[in-house]
């Protein structure tokens, strides 16, 4: 008589697995689930997302990381196509959009590889071929950018937000945004947190203005000191202007009236003195990153200067850039070589909130956008926007190459792609031509999102590009016609279009070389127990 076999168990009870094809399409299908969820928003006559948070907190926005964020992913291969749209917002501040939709098709197309019995390994290989092919075509067709092409940054700037809610004064913006990158970028390279943008909810879009210095959302410390000082020479103090607390528990014995007010004369001796400091360096703005004692507010407005406390390091790192001068952590340090200077510091009402303006700086290398809007929601959309389109000038500076957009880049590649493919010997070659197909999602989306006939743009779109110096060739949304879409200033940097390739078919092959899931879930989670009596893992139990 032979023995039963007895199930042997390797996993949690309440492990769930999926392995082989299963897995592949369940990874799949969540990832084109997350590019379809972005895919309307791409272009300029794309679909805005409302998001509602759990406290009812409302984001309107078409920026397809932040999309992506406020959506809180659960699937963890969906939480991969996430990460690509967060590192392409790292590395280049824009193109999100773009590196999630060209994931979902290219996962979208290895999916019909695999219905064919290719295996997921041959099509890792010809999308990492594909992928680097694609890197060299881009950089040959790419054009050179000078730090001083202000025309061609102005376009950039245009180009990232067009279609973001700052249409109306795209122009007026793309100029504030060219001249602020101009006046931060030292040895060709822009650090990004040089460029304060402060919102302020209150007028129109065609208000924001560019403020050579810093805003801070700071009134003055007392109502007696001067609302407007003129050639400010600043102090910039990491050090509070009030009587340090010792920092173990003192107790002070006083045992009659004079006692006390001695001691009381004592702080006010010392704040005398602090306050002195700052006069005798002849500052007449005082901003300060601590506190700054009522007793030393009283002094330093009798002697009619400006002060501010408690503002954030990061503005006092940035007032050190703008007015030129040195951040203090000793007052008895304080000399006058160590002031900064601005032409001007005031406080300014905006709406129902005072804010100190230190404006008028010479040659400042960190600046203010003071962002305006109708609304918060689209004060919000429009710093996103701004946001996007710094990211894009800097890459460009950076790299100092750029290309054309409005599709025409993608089909160019695509173009060249195929043609690579035919030398090819092997299925990877049918991997590479998926990966060619999967660039046409771009100028597909373009003029889906439009109320185009997609069929009728590509066919136009690919036959332009077979003509002569027809590799600009992309398709003006407004007018559904082919136009040269570097004539038309739809200019991008070139590393948008790198970074969402890379990342796209980095996470596609990854994804696709997964053929098991093993997912683990609490004791709490494990559902209905079984009946009394019997022990959970038993046959019969379901857990074979």
């Not at 793309?174 to 209150?202: F, M, P, R, W, Y």
């Not at 501010?308 to 850039?321: F, I, N, P, T």
Request: charged fraction near 25%; aromatic fraction near 2%; include cysteine.
């Amino acid at each position: 008589m032979t023995q039963p076999v007895q199930p042997i168990f390797i996993l949690p009870e309440n492990a769930q697995r999926t392995t082989g094809k299963d897995a592949q399409r369940n990874n799949i299908m969540a990832a084109k689930a997350v590019a379809e969820t972005v895919r309307t928003t791409l272009g300029p006559k794309g679909m805005d997302k409302m998001l509602v948070d759990s406290l009812g907190d409302v984001v309107v926005t078409n920026d397809g990381v932040t999309i992506l964020n406020e959506m809180q992913i659960e699937h963890p291969a969906a939480k991969m196509i996430v990460e690509v749209a967060k590192t392409q917002e790292n590395e280049v501040g824009d193109g999100t959009t773009t590196a999630v939709v060209l994931a979902g098709e290219l996962l979208k197309n290895a999916e019909k590889l695999l219905d064919d019995n290719i295996h997921p390994t041959i099509i890792s290989k010809g999308y990492k071929l594909a992928s680097d092919k694609a890197h060299e075509i881009l950089n040959s067709i790419s054009e050179d950018l000078s730090k001083d092409d202000k025309e061609t940054l102005k376009k950039i700037a245009i180009t990232a937000m067009t279609g973001k809610g700052a249409d109306s004064a795209k122009d007026v913006l793309g100029s504030l945004i060219v001249n602020a990158v101009s006046q931060v970028i030292e040895n060709d390279a822009v650090d990004t947190d040089d460029i304060k943008i402060e919102k302020k909810v209150g007028g129109g879009i065609e208000d924001t203005e560019l403020i050579q210095g810093i805003v801070l959302d700071k009134e003055k410390v007392h109502s007696a000191m001067p609302k407007s000082i003129k050639d400010a020479k600043i102090a910039l103090l990491d050090v509070a202007i009030e009587i340090k607390s010792p920092e173990t528990d003192t107790k002070v014995q006083i045992s009659n009236p004079e006692q006390l007010q001695g001691f009381l004369d004592q702080e006010s001796t010392i704040l005398k003195n602090m306050t002195e400091k700052v006069i005798q360096s002849n500052a007449n703005v005082v901003i300060c990153q601590k506190g700054i004692d009522d007793i030393a507010q009283h002094y330093l407005s009798k002697a009619g200067i400006y002060a501010v406390r408690r503002v954030k390091k990061s503005d006092m790192d940035k007032l050190a850039r703008a007015t030129n001068g040195k951040v203090l952590s000793n007052i008895d340090d304080l000399t006058e070589e160590d002031l900064g200077y601005a032409g001007v510091v005031e406080e300014i009402k905006v709406g129902d909130e005072s804010f100190t303006y230190v404006k008028d700086c010479k040659n400042p290398k960190s600046v203010t956008l003071l962002v305006r809007g109708g609304t918060e929601h689209v004060v919000a959309e429009i710093e996103r926007a701004i946001n996007d389109s710094i990211g894009d000038i800097t890459s460009a500076l950076i790299d100092s190459k750029v290309v054309a957009g409005a599709g025409s880049v993608e089909i160019e590649v695509s173009k060249q792609l195929k043609e690579y493919a035919s030398t090819l010997s092997g299925k990877e070659q049918l991997a590479v031509n998926a990966f060619s197909e999967a660039l046409e999602i771009i100028p597909r989306t373009l003029a889906e999102n439009s109320g185009l006939d997609p069929v009728d743009v590509l066919t136009d779109l690919k036959s332009s590009h077979n003509s002569e110096n027809g590799k600009w060739q992309g398709i003006n949304v407004f007018s559904g016609k082919v136009v040269n879409a570097w004539d038309a200033g739809v200019v991008e940097p070139l590393k948008i279009k790198t970074q969402a390739i890379k990342s796209a078919s980095e996470v596609s092959e990854l994804i696709l070389r997964i053929d098991d899931i093993i997912a683990s879930s609490s004791s709490d989670a494990a559902g209905p127990m079984p009946p009394q009596g019997m022990p959970q893992g038993m046959p019969g139990m379901g857990d074979y």
